[in-house]
Every structure is written in C-alpha cells, then in structure tokens.
C-alpha cells in the first residue's frame, strides 16, 4: 500500500550484489523462523537501538520532525519517543518476515483486534468502490494481508524496490494470500478502471509529494499531498477510508482500526472539494498518530517539500 513518489534519477545496479543481497535475506528467514516470535521481536528492537544510535542523519531527522510536531513536549520525550519509533520500524521489519508464515483463516484473532471497522467491510462487500488510505504507522502492511487472505477485492498500489530479485520475492508473499499489486508505473491509467468494478483501492497517503502536490496541515504543519486520491474519489463519487494497524504493547499483536470514512456528499457542496478531502484525511491520519506517536515513522520525509513563499507586492 504505497502512494507514488516523486521521480528520481535511476540508479545503476550490480545484479550480483543485489543478488547476494537476496539470497542473505531468504537465509535470514530461514534462520528467523528457528526462534519464537518474542525472541524474534525482542532482537529487532536491539537493531533498532542500534539504528538509532549510528544512523546519525535520520535519527536527526526523526528529532527535527518530533520537534515540530511536538512543541509543547519535553526534550526527554521527544528521544524516547524518536528511539521508540526506531525500534517499531525493525520490528515492522521483522513483521514482513513472521506474517506469511503466522497468520492463516482460522488464527487471525489471535494476532489481530478490530475497531469501528464494520462500515468500511460492507462497503468493500457490496463492491461499490472505496479508497482506503493509511500512513507510514505500525504494521500497515499486515491490513492488506488480511484483506487479501479473506477474499476482499482489494488491489494496493505499490513501487517495486530497487533490487529485482527481493522486489520479486516480496510481491510473491502478499501475492500468495491474494493481494492484487499495481505498479505505481501507469497506476494513474489503471485506477479509473479498477475501481468502476467495485473494487477497493488502498494507498499510502503521507508521501511528500514535490511542488505539484496540494499543501495541507498534517501535524501543526503545510506537507505536500498527492492529489490524485482526492482527484479519483471526487472524479468518481468514492468514498474514502481513512485505517490503520496499531501493534499492542511489543507483542505480534494489532488493533486494526478505521477511524474515518468521507463521503461523496460531504465534499459536494465545497468551494474547493480536492483540499477539503486531502484535509480531512489528513487529519484522520494524525488523529491516531496523535494517540500513539511511537508507531510513527518520523525518520521519513513527510515535510521535504515546503510551500513556496508569496513575495508581498511592492
């Protein structure tokens, strides 16, 4: 479930690095699944102390954008909350390994609880099309993975990673249990299509978008939104979602939660319905990065792009 990103020069690769590279994560598979899930996650948060320790310029990061976002706040709650962010990144890490094999039909309850839910599985039952958006938090990964274990027709649109082979091999998990992923290449072209079948279209919505995208508040400051979720449900008559996965405690145990659901009728009547939404989930969003900031992944660059300022007129 990933919003599409800014376009960068591509860089060159060395197939045997990247190769070797796949081979060393499908062996620490391997070797993850020789321990118990606690010992899996109790060594992921040890990496993830580590990383914020020695990963100096998004530690940095993390701090500048927790500084912002929390102003009111303690220099002593801004660390342990940026340390703490760290270490639910390596432990998502590890969750992208533990799910496939974990979680199946008949265990889900035991790794996974539901709240205000039930609105957002009947309009994805009834096929009438939904936009379901969520944000660098928790396990985001782990909603689509249920969606697709449970037959929902849900497709995420995602870019593949650089390296070819782990790309293949990662796509090849969420494919297994039935999750449809749309390369973000030509996605703009495929999405109209997909959801006039009923079908539910899940992205990532806290990307930067560069200077095209629409500036909204998001955590007491202008971020550069993407407009197209906006465009296609206004375009469309589709309403929104607005989910997240919230791991409880440090265990392999999510609250899966949709906080918000526009509607079509709701944006009809404004003098600019394409800010209003990219708002109003963007506020969603923060609600429940709000409740529980740890799960947050400050180190990204959610504020890269800044709103230009209007010179005054002389």
Not at 11 to 40: G, Q, W
Not at 165 to 175: H, I, M, V
Request: aromatic fraction near 12%.
């Amino acid at each position: 479930m990933v919003e599409q990103t800014p376009k960068k020069k591509k860089k060159k690769h060395n197939p045997v690095r990247d190769y070797a590279i796949y081979l060393a994560v499908r062996i620490l598979c391997v070797v993850v699944h020789m321990f118990s899930v606690e010992t899996n996650l109790n060594t992921a948060r040890f990496f993830g102390r580590l990383l914020w320790k020695h990963y100096h310029r998004g530690r940095k990061r993390a701090l500048d954008n927790l500084h912002a976002s929390f102003p009111e706040k303690s220099e002593e709650w801004i660390r342990r909350t940026g340390k703490e962010s760290f270490q639910q990144l390596a432990m998502f890490a590890m969750d992208l390994v533990l799910v496939p094999r974990l979680v199946r039909k008949q265990n889900w309850r035991d790794y996974s609880r539901y709240k205000t839910v039930e609105r957002a599985k009947w309009l994805m039952q009834e096929r009438c099309g939904l936009l379901m958006v969520a944000a660098h938090y928790g396990n985001f990964e782990i909603m689509g993975y249920l969606l697709g274990l449970f037959d929902f027709n849900v497709y995420s649109i995602a870019r593949p990673l650089d390296n070819k082979y782990l790309s293949k091999y990662l796509y090849g998990l969420r494919q297994r249990v039935g999750q449809k992923i749309i390369d973000k290449k030509g996605a703009a072209q495929l999405m109209p299509k997909i959801t006039s079948t009923g079908a539910t279209l899940c992205f990532i919505a806290d990307q930067d978008a560069g200077r095209k995208g629409v500036f909204v508040e998001f955590m007491g400051r202008k971020a550069s939104t993407y407009k197209s979720i906006g465009l296609l449900a206004i375009t469309n008559n589709i309403p929104i979602g607005v989910g997240y996965s919230r791991r409880i405690g440090n265990r392999f145990f999510f609250e899966i939660g949709v906080n918000r659901i526009i509607m079509p009728e709701e944006w009809a009547d404004k003098d600019d319905p394409l800010t209003w939404v990219t708002q109003e989930y963007s506020n969603a969003i923060e609600q429940f990065v709000r409740e529980d900031p740890n799960q947050y992944w400050w180190l990204h660059r959610r504020w890269k792009t800044r709103p230009r300022i209007k010179e005054p007129k002389s």
